[in-house]
C-alpha cells in the first residue's frame, strides 16, 4: 500500500505529461466560424472605398448570380499571398466584391497596384461593422453568397490555388 501511495505522484505527472504532449503534437482547431452559414446577408450599405470603384450594398448579392464576397485590407500580407488567386478566379469568371476594413483610400489602391484588382465593387467599412455583422473574425475571409443573398460558404484565411475547387463547387461551377 505505502508503495502505490510512493509511486502515485510520479503516474500522474506521467499522465499530465502525455495529456500535454499530445496536445502540442495535435493542437485544436481555433477557426472561428461565422453563425451566418446557411443564412441571409445581413442588410449593408458601405460608401466607395476608392472614387473607381462603386461601394457595396446587400442589393448586389440579390441579382440571382452568386458572388464572392471578400473581406480584406490592405495591411494584410495574407490578403496580398491570396491575390493570384482570387485573380484566377476572376479569370473563370467569378465576380468578387469586397468590403476592405480600418483601411484608407490611398493604401487600398497601392494594395491593388501592387497586387492586382479582381474586384468588382469595394465597400468602406471603418469600423469593421459588416465584418462583425458577417461573423467575420479576421482577414482575408471570403464569403460564397447564392444569388438571393444566403451565404453558402466562408473561407477562413487567403485562398490558394487548391481552395479554388472548392470555392467554384459552392458557386455551382466548374473548374
Given at each position: 500500500?505505502?508503495?502505490?501511495?510512493?509511486?502515485?505522484?510520479?503516474?500522474?505527472?506521467?499522465?499530465?505529461f502525455i495529456v500535454a504532449g499530445y496536445a502540442l503534437y495535435k493542437p485544436a482547431d481555433r477557426t472561428v466560424r461565422s453563425a451566418?452559414?446557411?443564412?441571409?446577408?445581413?442588410?449593408?450599405?458601405?460608401?466607395?472605398?476608392?472614387?473607381?470603384?462603386?461601394?457595396?450594398?446587400?442589393?448586389?448579392?440579390?441579382?440571382?448570380?452568386?458572388?464572392?464576397?471578400?473581406?480584406?485590407?490592405?495591411?494584410?500580407?495574407?490578403?496580398?499571398?491570396?491575390?493570384?488567386?482570387?485573380?484566377?478566379?476572376?479569370?473563370?469568371?467569378?465576380?468578387?466584391?469586397?468590403?476592405?476594413?480600418?483601411?484608407?483610400?490611398?493604401?487600398?489602391?497601392?494594395?491593388?497596384?501592387?497586387?492586382?484588382?479582381?474586384?468588382?465593387?469595394?465597400?468602406?467599412?471603418?469600423?469593421?461593422?459588416?465584418?462583425?455583422?458577417?461573423?467575420?473574425?479576421?482577414?482575408?475571409?471570403?464569403?460564397?453568397?447564392?444569388?438571393?443573398?444566403?451565404?453558402?460558404?466562408?473561407?477562413?484565411?487567403?485562398?490558394?490555388?487548391?481552395?479554388?475547387?472548392?470555392?467554384?463547387?459552392?458557386?455551382?461551377?466548374?473548374s
Amino acid at each position: 500500500m505505502k508503495r502505490t501511495v510512493l509511486w502515485m505522484p510520479l503516474a500522474l505527472f506521467a499522465g499530465l505529461f502525455i495529456v500535454a504532449g499530445y496536445a502540442l503534437y495535435k493542437p485544436a482547431d481555433r477557426t472561428v466560424r461565422s453563425a451566418m452559414i446557411g443564412r441571409a446577408l445581413p442588410e449593408f450599405t458601405l460608401g466607395a472605398m476608392i472614387p473607381e470603384k462603386p461601394g457595396l450594398s446587400t442589393s448586389v448579392f440579390h441579382q440571382g448570380q452568386p458572388r464572392l464576397l471578400n473581406v480584406f485590407a490592405s495591411w494584410c500580407i495574407p490578403c496580398a499571398a491570396e491575390a493570384p488567386a482570387l485573380a484566377r478566379l476572376k479569370a473563370m469568371g467569378v465576380p468578387i466584391d469586397a468590403v476592405a476594413i480600418r483601411d484608407r483610400p490611398d493604401d487600398i489602391r497601392g494594395f491593388l497596384a501592387r497586387n492586382g484588382d479582381p474586384f468588382e465593387r469595394i465597400g468602406d467599412d471603418p469600423e469593421s461593422a459588416v465584418q462583425l455583422a458577417l461573423g467575420s473574425a479576421g482577414v482575408p475571409e471570403t464569403f460564397v453568397i447564392d444569388g438571393q443573398g444566403k451565404i453558402l460558404l466562408q473561407h477562413v484565411g487567403e485562398i490558394r490555388d487548391e481552395d479554388v475547387p472548392k470555392i467554384l463547387e459552392a458557386m455551382g461551377k466548374t473548374s
